[in-house]
């Protein structure tokens, strides 16, 4: 059985001002390819048997300056559909809601087309992420471009744990962690690692 690696993208212009980002698709800061290019001696001495990004360009030039050959797009691997909060720091949503809370509230509802998710939502695509995921295990590690909150849920789901948990687990921008196992039970065996 394989590994499985996941890789938050490089730094954008909202990942430094704190806005919250999901279908708006920023590119990387000159910063953010910096920290891409920096992950590829991390990930060279590994072959993927399977390989998948974000369908978002921020995710997906994360993973060509890693040098994650073969990437394939996945719509499941979007970050959180923040609704209406798209583009709103927490500081601000605070001034009228203080006691907001992404892992337990959820988001109100954004332009057509971007209903928000709730934890659970997230979670069930997290699921559906992992299902396909364990079986490219069989065959060797697999690599998961993506984005914070999406992979901070995948990593709570895979550890058996609710997708709110992912509050647990901090992750930055330009960063590898790994998930394995030990006696046959997930563990994470490498969190926000860079060179």
């Known amino acids: 059985m394989g590994d499985l690696l996941l890789v938050r993208h490089g730094e954008t212009e909202w990942s430094v001002s704190g806005q919250h980002t999901s279908w708006t698709d920023l590119p990387l800061t000159q910063h953010g390819e910096e920290q891409a290019k920096s992950l590829a001696p991390l990930l060279s001495d590994r072959t993927f048997a399977s390989a998948l990004t974000s369908p978002l360009g921020r995710a997906i030039r994360t993973a060509e300056l890693a040098g994650i050959t073969g990437a394939v797009p996945d719509p499941d691997l979007h970050e959180w559909d923040y609704g209406g909060y798209e583009g709103v720091t927490t500081v601000d949503i605070h001034r009228t809601r203080p006691d907001w809370y992404l892992w337990t ?91």
């Not at 928000?116 to 559906?128: K, L, Q, T, V, Y």
């Not at 999406?150 to 992750?171: E, K, M």
Request: charged residues 25%; hydrophobic residues 40%; negative net charge.
């Open 105 to 195: 509230d959820g988001v109100p509802p954004g332009p057509d087309g971007h209903p928000g998710e709730s934890p659970d939502e997230i979670g069930a695509r997290a699921d559906r992420v992992l299902k396909r995921v364990d079986a490219a295990l069989v065959d060797g590690d697999v690599v998961l471009v993506a984005h914070a909150h999406f992979l901070r849920v995948l990593t709570a789901r895979r550890l058996g744990l609710t997708a709110a948990d992912g509050r647990l687990f901090q992750l930055a921008t330009g960063t590898v962690s790994r998930l394995s196992t030990e006696h046959d039970r997930t563990v994470i065996a490498e969190w926000n690692t860079r060179p």
